[in-house]
């Protein structure tokens, strides 16, 4: 019995050697497979492609709203949204003593949108009663080319809207216009402002609801490969959000609604902080892959209505409705009917091919997952950045010659059924992750928007009395310009 008893504990104490011999041999090739670095999302936002040694411009220009002055302008193919990066190579002598002149001035400048690319140099685009954007020029620089002369390259910031008053056009060709900015309406808390000041100080204020943070998420490398991160389908595992709060405000709403004139739900339709949770938890809904690479969404009202305004995949009329509200309030609403009510498809805008989908989305950079991006030629992409694609081909060779993503190599990217240019493949060089990714050129893409219709047969679809209407078809096309 013994002896037994001594072969069964040799036997044990031999398997456990063996076991452990194992899992040092497994530890070591772990450690020596390091996982690749994230790319870092705030070296698209720097635009280093532009060169270095840029002057910076320190300080901030305020302008006061309704106030007119004038300003060099400039037509560009596209919608300015305020916050949004605008890096420009300018080449053209009437676009750079325009340029030259704002930095020397009050550094600002003029882009009014939807302009082609003929009426840019003529000014035609620019005229009274266009809707446009006040940049500020924070870097800019100036160089000497061999064969082209001079040529200016800048970075400037979105800032304030405008309408243009009147247009005139200098002797040595530049494009002055008196503007009038466009106010930025902040409602107080529409259900505390229901009450006399003599009984507001007395209210318990409320407080905000705080953001919807996403947690850590594991990766699914059956279904979206080793460099792919997959958002987790049950949202209670994506959001962390203090439950107490919530109950406390909403207790709170509805024991001040209840000694006011108007029921719960009309204040709550109109609460700001209300709607950036709406808007929050439908993005981490619809857009799980984008919650997941975006670090944070914006809590300020204004600043998440006009981040929307610029990252969404919204037509161009769908862009300029939204800079038209002057309420943050009233564009966040609006907002929130577009998410609820739009299937995005990413088509082709020649032939209509399906590309990508939305929940191809993510973003490479802190601004978002749409950039805007200029080429050495002067060309300005607002680029989306997309995990998948289909029914393209490359044309070329990977270059890596003013990559808007360092660490990257960009392949031209065609449509397989037209062969129109829809963007550019991008490969990291080395160990990043992702290891691939297209970004897209927007003005070569189009959204479509499935509509349903009600019950009712009513074709329209009714957002507010103050906001512009959505489109009346069941199924709607709308393309990029």
């Not at 190579?89 to 003029?110: D, M």
């Not at 060709?173 to 507001?200: D, M, W, Y």
């Not at 439908?282 to 305004?309: C, I, N, V």
């Not at 906001?467 to 009346?472: E, V």
Request: hydrophobic share 35%; proline share 6%.
């Amino acid at each position: 019995m013994e002896g037994y008893t001594r072969g069964c504990l040799g036997w044990f104490l031999k398997r456990i050697r063996r076991r452990s011999a194992l899992d040092t041999r497994e530890s070591a090739s772990s450690d020596g497979e390091e996982t690749p670095p994230q790319f870092d999302q705030q070296l698209p936002s720097r635009h280093i492609y532009l060169g270095e040694g840029m002057e910076e411009l320190t300080g901030r220009v305020l302008v006061e709203e309704e106030s007119v002055l004038e300003v060099s302008c400039v037509g560009v193919g596209f919608l300015l949204v305020p916050g949004q990066t605008l890096p420009m190579t300018l080449f053209h002598p009437v676009f750079q003593t325009a340029i030259r002149r704002s930095v020397l001035g009050n550094r600002v400048f003029g882009v009014v949108g939807g302009v082609s690319g003929a009426e840019e140099v003529s000014g035609r685009g620019v005229s009274r009663g266009s809707l446009g954007t006040l940049a500020e020029i924070y870097e800019w620089q100036e160089e000497e080319e061999q064969r082209e002369g001079r040529n200016f390259s800048l970075k400037a910031k979105g800032r304030d809207r405008f309408n243009v008053l009147e247009v005139r056009r200098q002797a040595d060709g530049n494009l002055l216009a008196k503007i009038r900015i466009r106010p930025e309406i902040i409602l107080s808390n529409p259900l505390l402002s229901v009450f006399s000041q003599s009984i507001s100080r007395f209210l318990q204020p409320i407080k905000p609801i705080p953001a919807i943070q996403p947690t850590e998420v594991q990766e699914s490398k059956e279904e979206s490969g080793p460099d792919v991160e997959s958002p987790s389908q049950n949202l209670e595992e994506n959001i962390v959000c203090d439950t107490s709060v919530i109950r406390s405000a909403s207790h709170l709403r509805r024991y001040y609604s209840r000694v006011s004139s108007w029921p719960e739900w009309v204040y709550d339709a109109y609460d700001p902080v209300l709607l950036v949770g709406q808007i929050h938890q439908k993005l981490h809904q619809d857009l799980g892959r984008l919650s997941h690479s975006q670090k944070h969404f914006p809590s300020d009202p204004t600043e998440l209505s006009f981040w929307l305004a610029q990252n969404l995949t919204l037509d161009d009329s769908v862009r300029r409705n939204i800079l038209r509200m002057d309420s943050p309030i009233m564009r966040l609403k609006y907002q929130i009917q577009l998410l609820q009510n739009a299937n995005r498809v990413i088509n082709c805008r020649r032939c209509m091919a399906t590309i990508a989908e939305d929940s191809d989305i993510f973003a490479m950079s802190t601004e978002g997952p749409q950039g805007t991006y200029v080429n050495p030629n002067g060309f300005i992409h607002e680029t989306i950045t997309l995990l998948r694609v289909r029914d393209v081909i490359q044309r070329g060779h990977p270059s890596t010659q003013a990559s808007w993503f360092q660490g990257y190599s960009w392949t031209i990217v065609e449509c397989r059924g037209c062969s129109e240019h829809l963007g550019w493949k991008f490969v990291a060089l080395e160990r990043l992750k992702p290891r691939k990714f297209w970004g897209l050129t927007r003005k070569s893409l189009c959204f479509r928007y499935d509509f349903p219709r009600e019950e009712s047969n009513q074709s329209t679809l009714t957002i507010n009395p103050q906001s512009p209407p959505l489109p009346t078809n069941a199924t709607t096309t709308i393309s990029i310009t």
